[in-house]
């Protein structure tokens, strides 16, 4: 059996392929913990409850303080971008990834002894430097996906490796808490971050590779299975086609889709610990726990997206520009509607507020079969270069809405809401 792109769709079964979705979902699930224990470990740092523990160090940074922290990490993801996605396209994705890696492993287990010495300013510093390292692990992924699966199975794994994203968030916002609540409190944040990354790196030193033909474990026939099912270009290096990328409408339309994306998600990510612990007034442990669960509702919708998309688009009930056009729909008026609800809810009514926020991020993973795999659709050989190019122009998004809502939040942690909505 072929499907609509002319590639034979017989099931080798699991293989080798395999582990590498497995691995580069690892890999997500690491990242997006060290990234995602930010807002929280922000919150304890400056716990004033605890501003008496002698075990450890409460510092008094007001909310601009704490904006431009939360902030400065998209600084550096900004900067990296492109660089990344042109290092992943000459280098290949598995060095990349361990520039991701290992670089943020090494930072937090320091971040605790510098900020002493430097306080906000050194944790600014720290996190610029973590997103420049963070920025390659998209890039580097795309590139990977693009040489280790076939067509006809793109969709469907990718959906799994990027469901490590909210795999992370959801496992580090509790963590994260419980972490908070212990005798070395924040500290203990960073420390076991950097344990988790350490031990990541190691399985993808070991298990990962650039593509079929650099994995000494693969057998000749998976390998063949792989490769005659790419819908990518082999063998010699191909010229950047700048012109044509910047060109095509498609790639204008992602740019813009990509921006709004940032924007909305930024605003969850960011500030969700603190909407749900100074707006909604539920203590700093419980409101890490609550931070994760709409995240499993974007997990669920992600995957069930992308596999509920390839079958559409496998039995040509719909085409893939039509298939990614109605879950990307779906994704952005969610997250759309459910801030205007937000708007209007206080604390008074905290379970249609969680109710709110579980349904709308469920609906933004309906994106993973939207705009998210976009620009393999456009350009498989230059997927990862062109994911990184939109990345990087939205991340503007990221870096303007902590700071922008820091200064409209001041003393009332709902009336960033009302603003967005």
Same mark, same amino acid.
């Given at each position: ?34 990234? *995602? ?17 002698? +075990? ?49 492993? !090494? ?30 692990? !998209? ?17 469907? =794994? ?9 795999? #992370?968030?959801? !496992? ?12 070395? #409190?924040?500290?203990?944040?960073? =420390? ?21 033909? +650099?994995?000494?474990? /693969? ?8 490769? *005659? ?104 008026? #969610? ?7 937000? *708007? ?32 393999? +659709?456009?350009?498989?050989?230059? #997927? ?15 870096? /303007? ?21």
């Amino acid at each position: 059996m072929k499907n609509p792109n002319g590639v034979t769709e017989k099931n080798y079964g699991y293989g080798v392929r395999h582990i590498q979705v497995l691995c580069m979902t690892l890999n997500l699930i690491a990242l997006f913990i060290a990234r *995602s224990s930010l807002g929280v470990a922000i919150l304890a740092m400056t716990d004033m409850k605890r501003r008496n523990d002698p +075990d450890i160090t409460i510092y008094e940074w007001d909310n601009r303080t704490q904006g431009i922290i939360l902030s400065s990490f998209f600084w550096g993801y900004i900067v990296m971008q492109i660089p990344g996605g042109l290092l992943a396209k000459r280098y290949g994705g598995k060095p990349i990834v361990l520039l991701a890696l290992l670089p943020n492993a !090494v930072i937090c287990v320091l971040l605790p002894s510098l900020v002493h010495f430097g306080g906000w300013q050194i944790v600014c510093a720290c996190q610029v430097l973590m997103g420049m390292t963070q920025a390659c692990i !998209v890039p580097s992924t795309h590139t990977l996906l693009g040489k280790w699966l076939p067509v006809h199975e793109i969709t469907s =794994y990718s959906g799994i490796v990027y469901g490590g994203m909210e795999i #992370g968030i959801i !496992v580090a916002m509790p963590l994260s808490g419980v972490l908070a609540e212990t005798k070395m #409190g924040w500290k203990l944040i960073y =420390y076991v971050i950097s344990g988790i990354l350490t031990v990541t790196t190691c399985i993808w030193v070991f298990l990962g590779a650039n593509s079929p033909g +650099d994995h000494r474990l /693969i057998t000749k026939e998976e390998k063949v299975y792989i490769e *005659s099912g790419l819908n990518v270009v082999s063998g010699k290096a191909l010229k950047t086609p700048w012109k044509q990328i910047f060109t095509t409408k498609g790639f204008w339309a992602l740019l813009f889709t990509h921006i709004g994306s940032f924007i909305g998600f930024a605003l969850f990510f960011v500030e969700m610990p603190t909407y749900l612990e100074k707006g909604l007034q539920i203590s700093l442990k419980n409101s890490a726990l609550l931070s994760a669960l709409p995240y499993v509702g974007m997990l669920v919708g992600g995957v069930a997206s992308t596999n509920i998309s390839d079958k559409l688009f496998r039995k040509r009930y719909l085409s893939l520009i039509a298939c990614r056009k109605l879950f990307n729909s779906i994704g952005f008026i #969610g997250m759309a509607v459910g801030l205007i609800m937000l *708007s209007f809810i206080g604390p008074e009514n905290r379970a249609l507020a969680m109710i709110t926020l579980i349904v709308a991020l469920t609906s933004s993973g309906f994106c993973s079969a939207g705009f998210v795999m976009n620009c393999l +659709d456009l350009s498989p050989n230059y #997927g990862g270069l062109m994911v990184s190019i939109s990345n990087c122009i939205g991340s503007v998004g990221s870096v /303007i809405t902590p700071i922008f809502t820091s200064i409209i939040l001041r003393n009332d942690p709902v009336r960033s809401l009302i603003l967005y909505g």
